[in-house]
């Protein structure tokens, strides 16, 4: 039996968000010395940090919350296909690989090397590759990249595109050592029932 890969990135003091956004922050705030028996943490950071999932109400008032997504998603068989050097990911870029009947499809890019800085541009994903994707029975999305949008973009096509298609969206993944193939994937979301997005511990074992 394989072994199961962490695919996520740690969550520390300092990690790169995106600009502007809280800053990740872990702290005991309860110390051992002071309660007599415990170690209690507190955490503040935003739902974007790291390796995480978007639900739809991140990019519409009227769309679902993560408590509301299926987790049937997030756990099962998933591709995993090369896109080294890529600007956009586009009809162009999907056409040569295979993902005719894929459900949960992972591109690994390797954009963004240095995941203690946040990208200055990153490669997006083509509004028009949602259809593709779709019509091949993508459901779920991942990227080893901070958005499917350029960074910035206020209309975020791709993420509209990609829910209007039934296609959900997980972001931040650490993919440097995963090579082509077909892996099981777990994803979860934390239920967080009014959640905009969620972090998430990714992990990949090939079948
Ligand atoms: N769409 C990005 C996040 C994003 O756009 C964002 C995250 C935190 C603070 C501001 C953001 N966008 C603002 O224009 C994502 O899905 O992770
Ligand atoms: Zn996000
Ligand atoms: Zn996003």
Known sequence: MNKWIDISQPLSKGMAVWPGDTPFSYEVSWPYEESGSVNVGKLEMSTHTGTHIDAPFHFDNEGIKVI??????YIGEAEVIYLPGV???????L???SIKGVTRLIIRTDHWKDKRVFPESIPYVEPEAAVLLAENGVRLLGLDLPSVDQLDSKELPAHHMLSKNSIHILEGLVLDEIEEGRYELAALPLPITEGDG???????RKK
């Open 68 to 73: 509301d997504l299926d987790i049937n998603l």
């Open 198 to 204: 969620s972090p998430v511990r990714a992990v990949l």
């Open 95 to 97: 056409t040569p690989k």
């Open 87 to 93: 600007s956009k990911i586009g009809i162009e870029e």
